[in-house]
């Protein structure tokens, strides 16, 4: 026993030594996060949220969608108001909107004008393996490449694209590339008359001349970055500070929500006011869930029904709640701060009568666990999966077509990773034992610090070799990423 | 009638060869799945015997082997150790508290999730298992032979820098023996705070001394007269 009081006393000078230098680096955390000066227009009701542009369809084909797409450095205010040097998809921040249909024939003529090579990610979408821009196929700088992929039906949602190139994501994220796939069913069953609104959620961090601050990754906020992910202390919807909305009492708004942050977990809440949550990564689900606040991992979409509860005249905001996603030795001194992401303004126009929303939307079926063929434990700890880091040459986990598999994610350390799996959509049975309250198609599932979270996943399609890894993009970029490879089923060879 | 066949001696030059191969390959089966199992319960008595006299259970729990708790990590506050200030003095800050982990390999709360090799790391190296790929490791030096370019150490005062130098054969017998020698025990320790480790520079050579130590004689010993 003595001896260990030695080994304690012996550790107090180099504690000292290793908080004082923590402290100051603990001090880049303090600087306020970015907002607006008081409405100075308080009368004006419009939105000042700007919305990116759609794509535009050059095919004159029914059920085709042929659009160009180049990503490029431009000159643009990533931080609003100073002009700095981004990469951005044609010429904008976010990049322009994929929309398209159910059935739809999607051809995307692509133009790396990039100095570095990158892929494009069509995060969430069922389409073959070579068209899911994972970084076993990069496409150099000056290349081109068309992405081509059919829209499954019953696939209608929100979703996403990025560039998803070795080791360089976070960085060309944080740079600018990044934009919005909306997935549109005909018979959609909300009301067509809801006003629907995209919000693009993400944070950045920049350097006094509006350039993203990206630290060098030997330095104390590096390796902070690196632990942490990259969270940045300026929130962003769409491009923009504290937009505003307006609403009008009684309405209801449709809004789609993606969070396309490095790392930042947002726990939204409306001030006042519940959130009926109606859809996940792949879509509407059976019946909507009155929330009081919803959380958003990286990647995830979530789609509200936001009604205007309030009364004309008022005024709230949209925001993120303070939410404890870190290891304690690396945990920002300012967390506990709530920060507001947009203002919702109502109008004074006297109420509108609500809407009729239908009670069941889509039904989603349960994949048939009678017939699960594996079961698999997927370990995830600090920038590990299963003890490993990423090889491209390594398969870690071969399955076949057909298969219907348990993955049990197991997280064993002291911060949320959000685990991702691309190509195919999987329902999430339970997380630490307790089933799911309600099922809906994921792609991505926030794993919390010592959680388990079992899904359930049909590899039905498109055989290959699939990346899995966590989606705080250091960790992505560091390694904690996995392949699984979907074969075709064995042929019977005719002796 | 054909000439019975006879073995010559230029047979002998492939024959023998071959009989030799066969009887090696026939001796393979001896050593039987018993005595595999009676090895694997010698190292695990080895690995024991180290935790016992290593004084492992002083602080992860257990007065001996039959007793409840037995490596399955703090149970109640006062097995916490205060890092800092505050050890000496009560209120002082900084004041970091480490809570002594569940080593049992329960899947959740213990050691179930890390490798057998992870285990000798983080004792022959103080790499935590949860941040350290599970590889072997060939050198001290930071970003050489698979040591982590960013390691991560585990938290003081876990006394690794001694523990060190027992050999490879002792340090597998523990992660052995804490894997497959003793009961998995659901206890979920609450995470120790700090100090923060990985911007550290506590753990270098010239602060911890060399691996392996320095060849027999060093100037302040002798060789026995």
Same mark, same amino acid.
């Given at each position: 026993?003595?001896s260990?009081?030695?080994?304690?006393?012996n550790?107090?000078?180099?504690t000292?030594?290793?908080v004082?230098?923590?402290?100051?680096?603990?001090?880049?955390?303090a600087f306020?996060v970015?907002?607006?000066?008081p409405?100075t227009?308080?009368a @004006?009701?419009?939105?000042?949220?700007v919305?990116?542009?759609?794509?535009k369809?050059?095919s004159?084909?029914?059920?085709?969608?042929?659009v160009?797409?180049a990503?490029?450095?431009?000159r643009?205010?990533?931080l609003?108001?100073h002009?700095?040097?981004a990469?951005a998809y044609?010429?904008?921040?976010?990049?322009?909107?994929l929309e398209?249909?159910?059935?739809?024939?999607?051809i995307i003529?692509?133009?790396?004008?990039?100095?570095? @090579?990158t892929t494009?990610?069509?995060h969430?979408?069922?389409i073959?393996?070579?068209m899911?821009g994972?970084?076993? +196929?990069?496409?150099?700088?000056?290349?081109?490449? %068309?992405?081509?992929?059919?829209?499954?039906?019953?696939?209608?949602?929100?979703?996403?694209?990025?560039p998803?190139p070795?080791?360089?994501?976070?960085?060309q994220?944080?740079m600018?590339l990044?934009g919005a796939?909306?997935v549109r069913?005909a018979?959609d069953?909300l009301?067509a008359s809801?006003?629907?609104?995209?919000?693009?959620?993400?944070?950045?961090?920049?350097?006094?001349?509006?350039?993203p601050?990206i630290?060098?990754?030997?330095s104390?906020?590096g390796?902070?970055?690196?632990?942490? $992910?990259?969270?940045?202390?300026?929130?962003?919807?769409n491009?923009?500070?504290?937009p505003?909305?307006?609403i009008?009492?009684?309405?209801v708004? #449709?809004?789609?929500v993606i969070?396309?942050?490095?790392?930042r977990?947002y726990?939204l809440?409306?001030?006042g006011?519940t959130?009926l949550h109606?859809?996940?990564?792949?879509g509407?689900?059976?019946?909507?869930r009155?929330l009081?606040?919803?959380l958003l991992?990286?990647?995830?979409?979530?789609?509200?029904?936001?009604r205007?509860?309030?009364?004309?005249?008022s005024?709230t905001?949209?925001?993120?709640?303070p939410y404890?996603?870190? %290891?304690?030795?690396?945990?920002?001194?300012?967390?506990?701060v709530?920060h507001?992401?947009l203002?919702l303004r109502?109008?004074?126009?006297?109420?509108?009568?609500?809407?009729a929303l239908?009670a069941?939307?889509r039904?989603?079926?349960?994949?048939?666990t009678?017939?699960?063929?594996? #079961?698999r434990v997927?370990?995830?700890s600090?920038e590990?999966?299963?003890?490993k880091?990423m090889?491209?040459n +390594?398969?870690?986990?071969?399955?076949?077509? $057909?298969?219907t598999e348990?993955w049990?994610i197991?997280?064993?350390?002291t911060?949320?990773?959000?685990?991702?799996?691309?190509?195919?959509?999987f329902?999430i049975l339970?997380r630490?034992?307790v089933?799911e309250?309600?099922?809906?198609?994921k792609?991505?599932?926030n794993v919390r610090k010592?959680q388990?979270v079992?899904?359930?996943?049909?590899?039905?399609?498109?055989? $290959?070799?699939?990346?899995?890894?966590?989606h705080?993009?250091?960790?992505?970029?560091?390694g904690?990423?996995?392949i699984?490879?979907? +074969?075709?089923?064995p042929?019977?060879?005719?002796? | 009638?054909? !000439?019975p066949?006879?073995i010559t001696?230029?047979?002998? !030059?492939?024959?023998?060869?071959?009989?030799? /191969?066969?009887?090696?390959?026939?001796?393979?089966p001896?050593?039987?799945p018993?005595?595999?199992e009676?090895?694997? *319960?010698?190292?695990?008595?080895?690995?024991r015997t180290? /935790?016992?006299?290593?004084d492992?259970?002083?602080c992860?729990?257990?007065?001996?082997?039959a007793s409840d708790?037995?490596?399955?990590g703090m149970?109640?506050p006062?097995?916490?150790?205060l890092i800092g200030?505050?050890?000496?003095k009560?209120?002082?800050? &900084?004041c970091f508290?480490?809570?002594? =982990?569940?080593?049992t390999?329960?899947?959740? !709360?213990?050691?179930? =999730?890390f490798?057998e *090799?992870?285990?000798?790391?983080?004792?022959r190296?103080g790499?935590r298992?949860?941040d350290?790929?599970?590889?072997?490791?060939?050198?001290?030096? &930071?970003g050489?032979?698979?040591?982590p370019?960013?390691?991560?150490y585990?938290?003081?005062?876990?006394p690794?820098?001694?523990? *060190?130098f027992?050999s490879d054969v002792?340090? =597998?017998a523990i992660a052995?023996?804490?894997?497959r020698g003793v009961?998995?025990?659901?206890? *979920? /320790?609450?995470d120790?705070e700090?100090?923060?480790?990985?911007?550290a520079?506590?753990?270098?050579?010239?602060?911890?001394?060399r691996?392996p130590?320095?060849v027999?004689?060093?100037a302040n010993?002798r060789?026995?007269r």
């Open positions: 026993m003595w260990q009081h030695r080994v304690v006393r550790r107090v000078t180099l000292l030594r290793a004082l230098s923590s402290s100051a680096v603990l001090g880049a955390f306020p970015h907002r607006p000066g409405g227009s308080a @004006a009701l419009e939105d000042t949220l919305t990116p542009p759609v794509l369809n050059i004159t084909v029914p059920g085709t969608i042929e160009n797409l990503a490029a450095p431009a643009l205010a990533l609003p108001g002009a700095t040097d990469y044609n010429g904008t921040v976010p990049g322009p909107t398209v249909h159910e059935g739809d024939h999607v003529h692509f133009r790396n004008e990039l100095p570095e @090579a494009i990610h069509w969430g979408l069922h073959p393996a070579d899911d994972s970084p076993l +196929r990069p496409i150099g700088a000056g290349k081109q490449y %068309d992405y081509k992929f059919t829209i499954p039906r019953g696939t209608a949602g929100t979703y996403w694209y990025h998803h070795d080791a360089r994501t976070g960085y994220i944080a600018g990044y796939i909306i069913d018979n069953p009301p809801l006003p629907e609104k995209l919000l693009i959620l993400s944070d950045n961090r920049f350097l006094p001349d509006g350039s601050d630290a060098d990754p030997h104390p906020q390796q902070i970055d690196r632990e942490n $992910g990259r969270e940045g202390n300026v929130l962003l919807v491009g923009q500070v504290m505003v909305i307006g009008r009492s009684g309405e708004q #449709r809004w789609r969070n396309v942050s490095a790392a977990i726990r809440a409306i001030p006011q959130l109606v859809g996940d990564d792949g509407l689900f059976e019946r909507p009155e009081n606040e919803i991992a990286n990647s995830e979409r979530v789609e509200l029904l936001v205007g509860s309030g009364p004309p005249g005024q905001t949209l925001q993120t709640l404890d996603r870190y %290891d304690p030795h690396t945990r920002p001194a300012n967390w506990e709530s507001d992401l203002s109502y109008s004074d126009a006297p109420p509108v009568p609500p809407p239908p069941v939307m039904i989603v079926t349960a994949l048939d009678s017939r699960v063929t594996a #079961r997927i370990v995830l600090q590990l999966i299963n003890g880091t090889d491209m +390594r398969v870690d986990v071969r399955s076949r077509l $057909g298969a348990i049990e197991d997280n064993v350390v911060m949320d990773h959000p685990f991702h799996l691309h190509g195919f959509q329902q339970d630490d034992g089933p309250p309600y099922r809906s198609w792609d991505v599932v010592h388990t079992r899904v359930v996943v049909r590899f039905d399609d498109f055989p $290959g070799k699939w990346m899995f890894h966590c705080i993009l250091d960790h992505e970029d560091h904690m990423m996995g699984l490879e979907v +074969r075709p089923p042929v019977r060879r005719r002796m | 009638m054909s !000439t066949s006879r001696v230029r047979h002998l !030059t492939w024959i023998l060869p071959l009989g030799a /191969v066969l009887a090696l390959a026939s001796f393979r001896l050593s039987s018993k005595e595999s009676h090895s694997v *319960r010698a190292q695990l008595l080895l690995g180290l /935790v016992l006299n290593h492992c259970n002083g992860h729990g257990g007065a001996d082997p708790g037995w490596l399955a149970k109640t006062d097995q916490e150790f200030p505050c050890a000496f009560t209120g002082a800050t &900084p508290h480490t809570r002594p =982990r569940n080593l390999p329960d899947n959740a !709360t213990g050691l179930g =999730r490798s *090799r992870q285990i000798f790391n983080s004792i190296y790499l298992p949860e350290t790929p599970d590889v072997t490791i060939t050198s001290m030096t &930071p050489k032979g698979n040591f370019a960013n390691p991560h585990l938290a003081p005062p876990m690794w820098p001694g523990w *060190r027992m002792e340090l =597998r052995a023996y804490l894997k009961k998995p025990v659901t206890n *979920r /320790v609450p120790s700090g100090p923060p480790d990985f911007w520079s506590a753990y270098t050579v010239e602060k911890i001394g691996y130590p320095p027999f004689p060093t010993e060789e026995p």
